[in-house]
């Protein structure tokens, strides 16, 4: 439920709709699919525009679900890659960037997957208790359900659980 983490109607909402815009990507990938998704739910998504060319002079700061929500999936339908989609996040001007950022790049996580050298590079930034905590997660019983796509590293499970709210690397 999203209310572990999130406590107002509206907030509840975002989650259940990031959540929602995660298991499209995941089982559809259909951006088309995504956006008409998102769209109903958050109309404003229609209006959005961004110039992805040029960082703007000044950035609205919106830490509300109705303004982060509709911006990280417009983002994230104009990406082409994982990267694409977190560079786009940080050029975009949105004020609110680590909460776009999260959001973006978990639905772009999903649509794409993280590329293997940015989980590879996870261990060199990481300090030595979240990785421990990392690995204990691993060995959990169920860690192959969600971790079968991804056995090449053991780091991509925070990743993975990240997605959803399980872990903020923030």
Do not use: W
């Not at 703007?56 to 994230?76: K, L």
């Not at 975009?92 to 772009?108: E, F, H, K, P, W």
């Amino acid at each position: 439920s999203a209310e572990i983490t999130h406590n107002h109607p509206e907030g509840i909402k975002g989650a259940v709709a990031t959540a929602v815009c995660g298991y499209l990507a995941r089982t559809t990938h259909d951006k088309k699919a995504i956006e008409k998704y998102i769209a109903k739910i958050y109309p404003r998504l229609k209006t959005i525009k961004m110039d992805f060319n040029h960082i703007p002079d000044e950035s609205p700061f919106d830490v509300t679900c109705q303004g982060s929500v509709p911006e990280a999936i417009y983002i994230f339908l104009h990406s082409n890659s994982y990267e694409d989609c977190i560079r786009k996040v940080m050029i975009s001007g949105c004020g609110d960037t680590d909460t776009v950022g999260a959001i973006a790049g978990a639905v772009a996580e999903a649509y794409y997957n993280v590329p293997t050298m940015f989980i590879n590079q996870l261990q060199y930034y990481l300090p030595a208790n979240m990785i421990k905590i990392i690995l204990h997660i691993d060995s959990l019983e169920n860690i192959d359900k969600i971790q079968s796509r991804y056995r090449h590293n053991n780091l991509h499970s925070i990743l993975h659980l990240h997605r959803f709210g399980g872990i903020c690397l923030q």
